[in-house]
């Protein structure tokens, strides 16, 4: 197998989730860019109060019950979640970090909350 030449630019490749304390949740480039989250202007938010889990349906589909606005930039991109963090009991005093994964089963993507 021949060497293959890695030209990606960016802070990591990880993909990540970030709930900042102004109530707002961030995606990194990596996420973007595994995800294909650019092809996307729209997220839905699901919550699983059981396993402390936030899971995430992207969509362009403008007539979805749910949307919140998703907007991509260059850096990652960024959605507004204060009501649903606030009707959820999710704790946003400080911006904290989580990876994200894709959930097959509930065709999902997927954040578990720290304890």
Do not use: C
């Given at each position: 197998?021949a060497?293959?030449?890695?030209?990606?630019?960016?802070?990591?490749y990880?993909?990540?989730v970030?709930i900042?304390?102004?109530?707002?949740?961030?995606?990194?480039?990596?996420?973007?860019?595994?995800?294909?989250?650019?092809?996307?202007?729209?997220a839905?938010l699901?919550?699983?109060?059981e396993?402390?889990r936030?899971?995430?349906?992207?969509?362009?589909?403008?007539?979805?019950d749910?949307?919140?606005?998703?907007?991509?930039?260059?850096?990652g991109a960024?959605?507004s979640?204060?009501?649903?963090?606030?009707?959820?009991?999710?704790?946003?005093?400080?911006?904290?970090?989580?990876?994200?994964?894709?959930?097959e089963?509930?065709k999902?993507?997927?954040?578990?909350?720290?304890?």
């Amino acid at each position: 197998m021949a060497f293959e030449r890695f030209s990606e630019r960016g802070r990591g490749y990880k993909p990540k989730v970030s709930i900042w304390k102004r109530g707002q949740i961030g995606f990194n480039q990596g996420a973007v860019k595994r995800f294909d989250l650019d092809k996307y202007q729209y997220a839905v938010l699901f919550f699983d109060a059981e396993n402390k889990r936030i899971g995430f349906k992207f969509t362009n589909d403008v007539d979805e019950d749910g949307i919140s606005k998703l907007t991509v930039k260059d850096t990652g991109a960024i959605m507004s979640a204060k009501s649903f963090l606030d009707f959820h009991e999710i704790d946003y005093e400080e911006t904290r970090k989580y990876d994200i994964g894709y959930d097959e089963k509930e065709k999902l993507y997927v954040v578990k909350l720290l304890d």
